[in-house]
């Protein structure tokens, strides 16, 4: 029975309900920051002819809601949106209750859109910036995000996290008319993509760090194994078709290797593949299940699961000859830790009371702070800014997403209008 705790762990991730997945996520911020900074977003004007494709001051303005930092002030409360730079009168913004201003037109150019835009500081009365960015006209609403991405930057001194990319799992039909799907689509659940279909589970997606590719786990030959996908050319290939288990793949922060866990000779370890060679390395030796890796942002450690100790806890290992250090002792489990950008923090899955709940450990001081209350949480992914982190949980028993601040301030949902979504991932910028 010593494995038993965390067979149930690696295996609870197949225990899907049934139901159809919705192409669009519909996100619904749930619980935002008190005293939340109120900031205009006027209609971006257009100087060209009929209409332009996406309406891009609405969605910054809807971006900046969803970070939860932001209380968007209704359009209709508005004055008239200045000219440019030389027409803004803080005053009138004031009046409404603002404290910044965002401002904007846009014209087309050839096959482009040019979007240009002023961020205000309405209370110092100064422009913080103006900005000039052409967009690929069929392609105006990711300008819209890297916009919202600037004009967060400009507001809170943080990078924006909005032209980043969620990978997720999905999962339609009952029995065996169960199938599964792997789909991208943009921060908000915008433009959904689905790259691969499959009658068995799929798991694990994780973003290259180039953004163009992804790994995950597929069932589709009846066992687990490791494959490596295109984004943009649909070109996938099997990395890890090792007998026994292939799973939890985790790419190097250069990209050049993927960490794993496999048990083809025996219980399951830790490995590191070179993606060219395909050379292994096996990292850790253990009698006890060792698996969920993930590196540290310098590639000079690898955090993972093991339930050396009795129970699933977390452990770090230097690389590429140190012992395996355990770090959680809260709860009656850990596993499946996302590491920040910053490499200062983890954030975790913590067994307990009767549940599953997301935990963040800052690794200076090992202090432990609870990010959430539900009862089935995990799978977390950072964003690639670090400022939230996307997860898998549960409404009235049907899987969707959520995502939380990393202080645990900002709550968001992510529920396709009926079925099932899990397994998230978040890509980098």
């Known amino acids: 029975m010593k494995h038993r ?6 295996l609870g991730i197949l225990l899907l309900a049934t139901g159809q997945v919705s192409a669009v ?9 008190t005293g939340a900074i109120p900031v205009a977003v006027t209609q971006f004007a257009w100087d060209g002819s009929g209409q332009p494709s996406e309406d891009v ?10 970070s939860g930092l932001f ?3 209704a359009r209709e409360r508005l004055p008239r ?13 004031a ?4 404290e910044y201003l965002v401002s904007g037109r846009m014209r087309p150019e050839g096959g482009q859109v040019l979007v240009e835009f002023h961020v205000f500081d309405v209370l110092a009365n100064q422009r913080l910036g103006g900005f000039r960015i052409p967009v690929p ?6 300008g819209a995000h890297r916009v919202s991405d600037i004009v967060y930057e400009q507001i809170t001194g943080d990078k924006g996290a909005f032209s980043a990319r969620i990978a997720y799992v999905g999962v339609t039909g009952r029995g065996e008319e169960r199938r599964f799907s792997l789909e991208v689509a943009d921060s908000d659940g915008a433009n959904p993509r689905t790259l691969y279909r499959s009658s068995q589970p799929i798991m694990s997606p994780e973003w290259a760090p180039g953004g163009r590719e992804l790994v995950y786990v597929s069932f589709e030959n009846r066992r687990s194994e490791i494959f490596r996908h295109n984004v943009e050319t649909g070109a996938r290939s099997s990395l890890a078709s090792f007998s026994g288990i292939n799973s939890a793949p985790a790419w190097s922060p250069d990209g050049t290797r993927l960490a794993m866990a496999l048990s083809r000779d025996g219980t399951p370890n830790i490995y590191v593949m070179d993606v060219e060679t395909g050379a292994l ?4 030796r253990s009698n006890a299940i060792d698996t969920e890796p993930a590196w540290s942002p310098d590639g000079q450690t690898i955090y993972f699961t093991s339930d050396r100790a009795g129970s699933p806890q977390i452990y770090q290992m230097r690389l590429p000859d140190g012992a395996a250090q355990r770090l959680t002792f809260e709860g009656s489990s850990a596993g499946a830790a996302a590491v920040a950008p910053d490499g200062k923090s983890l954030v975790y899955v913590q067994g307990g009371q009767g549940g599953l709940r997301l935990a963040r450990m800052d690794l200076d001081n090992r202090r432990v702070t609870l990010l959430t209350s539900g009862r089935y949480d995990k799978s977390p992914s950072f964003a690639p800014n670090g400022s939230m982190i996307i997860y898998s949980t549960t409404d009235r028993g049907r899987g969707i997403l959520g995502s939380v601040s990393r202080d645990g301030r900002v709550h968001q949902r992510l529920a396709a209008r009926s079925g099932e979504v899990r397994e998230p991932a978040w890509s980098p910028l």
């Open 5 to 10: 705790t965390l067979q149930i762990w690696l």
């Open 95 to 98: 009046a409404v209750g603002a």
């Open 81 to 93: 949106a200045p000219d440019g730079p030389d027409s803004f009168l803080a005053e009138s913004w």
């Open 137 to 142: 006209a069929d392609m105006l609403r990711r």
């Open 281 to 284: 390395s096996q990292i850790t």
């Open 71 to 73: 209380d968007v002030l």
């Open 57 to 66: 001051g609405q969605i910054v303005g809807a971006n900046l809601t969803r």
């Open 25 to 33: 996520l519909e996100v619904t911020v749930t619980e935002g920051v």
